[in-house]
């Protein structure tokens, strides 16, 4: 517990070098969305010589393109990757839409995969929070402490302009791309989430 926000010590800011996590790591699942925090992270262990697996969760939440970029990025650095559906509106802890549905849906998600990769025979769990990231605004932290989930760009002290740069460094097509909020994000606290509640969240961020 950090403050008044509980953080894990993988999400300690500046505790260790990336290139020392992977040094220490050289298998790892990470936890792959197709943004650019998670892609960055992804092509940097691969340039490190690591064994990593990319683990896509599509759910409800995001629009088709994000599962593409995602997709297309493994496929660009020839990553191992798997695709996960996961049926988030069937999680009535989630789809209540509560002040913790975050922590409850990265639960989840992050679970999800930790299932998935213990059959891999992996044990290491990584995702893409930076430095940048707020855990006072950011209730999934939470979940990434109770999962034992490990933030190598945070830990690293990296910001989400440093990520941009190294992205860039690397010829990631993920550099300057937006960071997205999932459609959950969109659609008023306490109101349920439903497919077509989603559907016009997306809606209304297309206009």
């Not at 599509?58 to 020839?78: C, K, N």
């Not at 190598?152 to 997205?180: E, H, I, N, Y």
């Amino acid at each position: 517990m950090r403050g008044d926000v509980a953080t894990g010590p993988g999400q300690d800011v500046g505790a260790e070098a990336l290139e020392d996590f992977f040094a220490r790591t050289p298998r790892l699942a990470v936890a792959f969305s197709g943004g650019c925090d998670s892609s960055y992270l992804l092509a940097a262990a691969l340039r490190a010589g690591c064994d990593a697996k990319a683990y896509i969760v599509r759910t409800a939440f995001q629009p088709a393109s994000e599962m593409e970029d995602a997709l297309r990025l493994a496929a660009e650095l020839g990553a191992p990757h798997e695709l996960i559906d996961a049926d988030v509106l069937a999680r009535g802890e989630v789809c209540a839409n509560g002040p913790d549905r975050c922590y409850r849906c990265k639960t989840f998600i992050f679970s999800t995969i930790r299932a998935r990769m213990a059959r891999d025979g992996l044990s290491v769990l990584a995702d893409g929070t930076n430095a940048s990231d707020d855990p006072a605004r950011r209730p999934g932290f939470r979940a990434l402490a109770e999962l034992q989930v490990v933030s190598p760009l945070r830990r690293a002290g990296m910001t989400k302009d440093d990520v941009r740069r190294a992205s860039r460094s690397l010829g990631l097509f993920t550099a300057d791309k937006p960071s997205f909020s999932c459609l959950a994000v969109h659609v008023e606290a306490g109101q349920p989430l439903t497919q077509e509640a989603l559907a016009q969240a997306a809606r209304s961020l297309a206009r």
